[in-house]
Nanobody, 124 residues
Framework: QVQLVESGGGLVQAGGSLRLSCAAS????????MGWFRQAPGKEREFVAG????????SYADSVKGRFTISRDNAKPTVYLQMNSLKPEDTALYYC?????????????????WGQGTQVTVSS
């Protein structure tokens, strides 16, 4: 069993920055992928960023490339999502997820464990 808890969400102005954190507890794996997804009102959940925990390889959705950065702290373990140059269209409930795999994983269906989400709201 793995538990994921997101934090760091909030309200920011367009062009601002925010850093999300996802802390993992319980049974964790030496090699596992982690990722971030988001779901805006009236839309399906979509992939944002993923990282290979062991190898450090990353993958990003086209909509966030150059603005968002996913990183990890293997000691905790914790995954972060640094969000810069935020836009109103980034407003969504952000979820972190993990799976025992090399990754990065971009497909939602391949992740087994999910957090409950943290709300990010970007005002214009």
């Amino acid at each position: 069993q793995v538990q994921l808890v997101e934090s760091g969400g909030g309200l920011v102005q367009a062009g601002g920055s925010l850093r999300l954190s996802c802390a993992a507890s319980g049974r964790t794996f030496r090699r596992y992928a982690m990722g971030w997804f988001r779901q805006a009102p009236g839309k399906e959940r979509e992939f944002v960023a993923g990282i290979n925990w062991s190898g450090g390889r990353t993958s990003y959705a086209d909509s966030v490339k150059g603005r968002f950065t996913i990183s990890r702290d293997n000691a905790k373990p914790t995954v972060y999502l640094q969000m810069n140059s935020l836009k109103p269209e980034d407003t969504a409930l952000y979820y972190c997820a993990t799976e025992y795999a090399d990754g990065p994983i971009t497909s939602e269906s391949l992740y087994l464990y999910w957090g409950q989400g943290t709300q990010v709201t970007v005002s214009s």
